[in-house]
C-alpha cells in the first residue's frame, strides 16, 4: 500500500488513488495524506473552487492530479465516470468519503421524507454502487483496496436523526460483507467509522462535540489501517465503548437513554 511518509522515496511505479468527497475536510485531509510524487490522484467533488484549492496543494506535493466536480446523487452518471476513469487507468485505491450529515429540523414530527431519500442516495446507494463497480474490477485483477467512510452514529438508533444513523449502519453491512466477498480475490475492504471531525461548519455554530478530531489526525489513521487491511477502524475510542454499551444495555434502559439525548446544536 502507499507509504506517506514525506522522507519516503518516489515509488517505483505510479499509485493511482480515488478520492470521492475530496472538496469536504476530511476529503481533503486524505487527498493531501496521500499526495506525494508517484501517486495519480483522481479527486471528486461538489465544490469546484475547495476542489481546486485541494488539487493545488496535492500538485505542490508532487503528485500528478486530475480532478472531477461530481454530485454522486446521481448515481448513473457516478457509475460510469468511475468505470471510464478505472478504464483509463486502473485504481489501486478507492477512498469513498462523500457523505451528508443531517437531523431532524425543529418543529419537524419526524425527518422530511425527501431529505431522507437523500441521505439514502447519497450516504449509502452511490458509495456501495461506487464500491461495487470498482471492486469487481479490483478482484478481476487480483488487487486493490476499497476504503468506506461510515459514522458511529451507525451502532446507535439516533431517535434525531434516523436516516444518517440508517444509512451509516447500511453502509457497515454492505462494506463487511463486501470485505468477505472479495477477500478472495486480494481487496481488501476497509470501513471506518468516526466520531465528530471538528470542521469549519460545526466551529461556526459554536457547538461543542465531545472528543472531536481534526480531519488531520483522522487521515492519518485511516492510512495507517489501509497499510495494515484492517477491516473496521472505530476513533475514536471512546466511541469503542459506547458501541459496546450499545450492545448491552437492555432494551427499555438503552431506549431511555437515546430518547434523553438532545440533538446537536
Same mark, same amino acid.
Given at each position: 500500500m502507499v507509504a506517506v511518509n514525506a522522507s519516503d522515496p518516489p515509488i517505483a511505479a505510479t499509485v493511482r488513488i480515488l478520492v470521492t468527497g475530496a472538496s469536504g475536510e476530511l476529503g481533503g485531509a486524505l487527498s493531501r495524506a496521500y499526495a506525494r510524487p508517484g501517486v495519480h490522484l483522481s479527486l471528486w467533488g461538489r465544490d469546484p473552487i475547495r476542489l481546486a484549492a485541494v488539487a493545488a496543494n496535492c500538485h505542490a506535493a508532487g503528485a500528478k492530479v486530475e480532478t472531477r466536480s461530481l454530485d454522486i446523487s446521481d448515481v448513473s452518471a457516478a457509475l460510469a465516470a468511475v468505470r471510464a476513469e478505472d478504464l483509463a487507468m486502473p485504481f489501486? !485505491?478507492? %477512498?469513498l468519503v462523500a457523505g451528508l450529515g443531517d437531523t431532524r429540523m425543529a418543529g419537524?414530527?419526524?425527518e422530511a421524507a425527501e431529505r431522507v431519500a437523500r441521505l439514502g442516495t447519497v450516504n449509502f446507494t452511490a458509495p456501495a454502487a461506487i464500491g461495487a463497480a470498482l471492486g469487481e474490477r479490483?478482484?478481476?485483477?487480483?488487487?486493490g483496496a476499497l476504503v468506506?467512510?461510515?459514522?458511529?452514529?451507525?451502532f446507535h438508533a439516533l431517535p434525531f436523526a434516523a436516516a444518517y444513523a440508517g444509512t451509516k449502519a447500511g453502509l457497515a453491512r454492505f462494506?463487511?460483507?463486501?470485505? !468477505?466477498? %472479495?477477500?478472495?480475490?486480494?481487496?481488501?475492504?476497509?470501513?471506518v467509522s468516526p466520531g465528530f471531525i471538528d470542521t469549519a461548519a460545526t466551529r461556526e455554530n459554536g457547538a461543542a462535540r465531545p472528543f472531536a478530531l481534526q480531519p488531520e489526525h483522522v487521515a492519518a489513521r485511516i492510512v495507517r489501517a489501509v497499510e495494515r487491511r484492517q477491516a473496521h477502524l472505530v476513533l475514536p475510542w471512546p466511541f469503542r465503548v459506547l458501541r459496546l454499551f450499545d450492545r448491552i444495555l437492555p432494551a427499555p434502559l438503552r431506549d431511555r437513554l437515546l430518547l434523553s439525548l438532545p440533538p446537536p446544536v
Open positions: 489501486d !485505491l478507492a %477512498l419537524e414530527l419526524v479490483m478482484a478481476l485483477r487480483g488487487s468506506f467512510i461510515g459514522s458511529a452514529a451507525a462494506a463487511d460483507a463486501l470485505r !468477505l466477498n %472479495l477477500r478472495p480475490h486480494g481487496v481488501s475492504v476497509t470501513l
